[in-house]
Structures are given as structure tokens and as C-alpha cells.
């Protein structure tokens, strides 16, 4: 079994050589112009024009009204829950099969993470679970919806798209329209992401986005927030810039702000990634294709294919285990790293960490039985000839 697990790598990625890296950036466009352009004129820091054509470019790729960009993802996504209405102390529905960004921005926003299953499918939250889920815990008051067993305002829901694969956000969006309870997207892994056309991330009140290193495009470090609500963008803006009202000298706060603003240095680097995602995204496409392809027949594995009807960036490619079983997955991980093929497992479930053990949860069978099957695979866009 190990070895046909390297022969179908082999198959796909040629020999490792020094070791092929889960996801590697590739600067191959204007990086170096506009990064020497910030240094030639000194706007390196948190003003230039790099940061609101950075945004721009977002916005208008993304198909959202206003993107405003971050340091990070996980700043991103504390402020778009605290505009979402998340109050110190509310709980905040997370899956717990995710990266931990995801809980620690609810913690940063002074509330619970309140963890539930995924769905074999999206590998995400599962619409019908969720709503059968919710409403075993919840009563109705004044103040919103509450978790009878906590008494907790259950403020916000924050599906996340799974290594790129979208979930069900026409459904879950019905579910939190009729708890009224608003859906704040982590798409974090998920830009370019699309169901019937329209984006990831762009689906509920607030969304956010990562350009950290390992994503599909990065700016080294970078977030930005999406909304098509003009009044939340502006909030978003202020918020994230010391809450500073604008003034030609004077140094006038009108609230305690975050000092979240992406540096232009980083954003010049944004804006030439941005210019090659097309690029990036059609030969993500190709290399899963061919290790969908490569694991077709295996009998150990099954490739993670995009759900039905929606269409992934495929930012992770990823196959399951088809018994799961956390020893068989930690053997074939040994055996591909030792080979130099960087492949990781999916992350430890949230609701398993020191610092979340004691946060309400739903059962969590599905996402249990993933952690213990999912194996990423490098999924680098240069795993695939550029120009071919
Ligand atoms: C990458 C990621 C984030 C944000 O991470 P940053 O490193 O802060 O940009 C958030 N959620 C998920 C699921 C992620 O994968």
C-alpha cells in the first residue's frame, strides 16, 4: 500500500529530487517591479498606492463590493465577526474540522468558539446537521438566539471551505436566515472558489481572505475582509486603521482601534499575484485532474473531488483513506515524507486543543472520522509546467 501510494506520487510529480514542498509561492510576474517601486519612493508602510489597487483587485476579482485589506487572515476575521455584531462573551459556530485561525479569531473577539461536525462531501459544515443541531440547543429571546444549555447569544455561524472545496452556502445561507443569525465566511483557503458562478467568500454578511505564504496567492502576510454592505465596509476600514478620523494633522481616535492595515510593501506584492491567479487557478485545476486521475483506481485511496455542481480552487489537493485509521494515515505520511514528498495530514480537530476542550460542541463523528483519513498533497502551481 505504501508503495503504491509513492508510485501514483511518482506518477504524477516525477522523482522528488530535494523534496517537494506541500504548497510553495511563485514569483514569476511583476513581484520585483512593484516591491522596488516601494522601495525606491520610501511608501513601504501602511499608506501607498499598492494597498487600494490591492483592494481594488480583490474586490473586482472576488465579484465583492468592498475588500479591505489586513495584516492577516486571522485579524481579518476577528474584525469581520466584531461587525457581524459578535459581542464579548456570545458564541460563535465554527467547524471543528479547520486550520486554527478560525477558533483563535473568535477567542480574540472576546467569544466561545462552539464547535460542530463536517460533512464528508464539501469537508465542511454540513447545512442539514447543522440546522437539526441548532435547533436541539436553541430558545428564541429578545436578544437574539441563545444556546438553552449555556445561556450564550449564539452570534454568528462561520462555515469554512475546506482546502479550497466550497461548502453548501446557498443552504447553510437559508439555515442562518431563519435563525437570524448572520454567516460570516472563512474562505481563507478558498479564493476563486465558486457555486454557480459567484465567489466564495462573498456569500454571507462579511468574508474573509488569507495571503499568507502557503495560500493561492500571498502577499507574504495578508488578509483582506469582503462585504458588499457599504456601511460595514467603511466600519472595516476605520476599525483596522486605529480608528483614526481622517485630518490633515490632528490625531483625533473615535473608538479603540486595531492596527490591522496591510503595509504597502506587502500589497505591491499582492497586486502582481493577483495578476497571474487566472494562471495560478487553471493549472491547480490540471494537477488535480491528474492526481484524480492517478488515484482512480487505487483501492486504498479516494482523491478528494470538488463537490457537485460547485467548483474549487483546489488550493490543497487531498485524497481519504478509504478505511480511516489514524495509524495507516501516520504510516503513509512517514513513508512519503521520508521519500520527500511533503504531504501533512488535515489539522488537529479544534475541539481536541488544550485551550478549546471545554467549548460547547455538537458530536463530531464525521469530522473524526476525516482527521484520521485525509492525507494533502503537495499542490504547488508549479507542479504544472507553466505555458503548456
Ligand atoms: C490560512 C487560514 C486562515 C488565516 O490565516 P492567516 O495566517 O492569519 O492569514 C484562517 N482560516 C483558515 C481556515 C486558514 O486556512
Redesign the pocket.
Known amino acids: 500500500m505504501l508503495e503504491s501510494f509513492l508510485n501514483i506520487l511518482e506518477s504524477v510529480l516525477g522523482p522528488p529530487g530535494a523534496g517537494l514542498p506541500l504548497h510553495e509561492p511563485e514569483f514569476r510576474g511583476k513581484e520585483w517591479d512593484y516591491v522596488k517601486e516601494c522601495l525606491d519612493t520610501g511608501w513601504v508602510s501602511s499608506v501607498g498606492r499598492f494597498v487600494d489597487e490591492f483592494e481594488s483587485a480583490v474586490a473586482k476579482f472576488t465579484g465583492a463590493k468592498h475588500a479591505i485589506a489586513t495584516v ?6 476577528q474584525v469581520a465577526l466584531k461587525l457581524s455584531g459578535v459581542r464579548p462573551g456570545d458564541e460563535v459556530i465554527v467547524p471543528a474540522l ?2 486554527v ?2 477558533a483563535n ?1 473568535v477567542a480574540h473577539a472576546g467569544a466561545i468558539p462552539h464547535f460542530v461536525d463536517s460533512c464528508p462531501e464539501t469537508l465542511g459544515m454540513d447545512p442539514l446537521a447543522l440546522k437539526e443541531y441548532l435547533s436541539s440547543i436553541i430558545e428564541n429571546t429578545a436578544d437574539g438566539i441563545r444556546n438553552r444549555n449555556t445561556g450564550r447569544r449564539i452570534a454568528a455561524v462561520v462555515p ?1 471551505h475546506t482546502f479550497g472545496h466550497p461548502v453548501d452556502l446557498p443552504k447553510l445561507l437559508e439555515v442562518c436566515e431563519t435563525l437570524r443569525i448572520p454567516m460570516v465566511e ?1 474562505a ?2 478558498s479564493l476563486g472558489s465558486m457555486i454557480q458562478g459567484k465567489m466564495t467568500g462573498t456569500f454571507g454578511l462579511l468574508g ?1 481572505l ?3 505564504g502557503n ?1 493561492v496567492v500571498t502577499t507574504g ?3 483582506a475582509i469582503l462585504t458588499n454592505d457599504t456601511t460595514l465596509a467603511k466600519r472595516a476600514k476605520h476599525l483596522t486603521t486605529t480608528a483614526k478620523v481622517p485630518h490633515r494633522w490632528e490625531f483625533f481616535h473615535d473608538e479603540t482601534g486595531f492596527n490591522f492595515r496591510l503595509p504597502n510593501l506587502n500589497a505591491a506584492l499582492g497586486c502582481a499575484q493577483l495578476e497571474q491567479l487566472p494562471d495560478f487557478l487553471r493549472r491547480k485545476r490540471l494537477l488535480a485532474e491528474r492526481y484524480r486521475s492517478a488515484f482512480s483506481s487505487s483501492s486504498y485511496f479516494s482523491f478528494s473531488v470538488e463537490p457537485k455542481n460547485f467548483t474549487s480552487n483546489y488550493w490543497l489537493n487531498s485524497v481519504k483513506l478509504k478505511q480511516a485509521s489514524m495509524q495507516v494515515r501516520n504510516e503513509v505520511l512517514n513513508s512519503a515524507n521520508s521519500s520527500g514528498y511533503h504531504c501533512r495530514p488535515a489539522w488537529n480537530l479544534l475541539n481536541t486543543l488544550p485551550m478549546y476542550q471545554q467549548a460547547p460542541q455538537s458530536p463530531i463523528p464525521v469530522a473524526t472520522m476525516l482527521e484520521s483519513s485525509l492525507i494533502n498533497l503537495p499542490s504547488s502551481p508549479k507542479l504544472v509546467v507553466k505555458d503548456r
Open positions: 492577516n487572515g486571522t485579524t481579518a476575521l479547520s486550520f485561525a478560525t479569531a469554512m472563512d481563507a483557503e474573509i488569507s495571503f499568507n495560500k502576510g495578508g488578509g
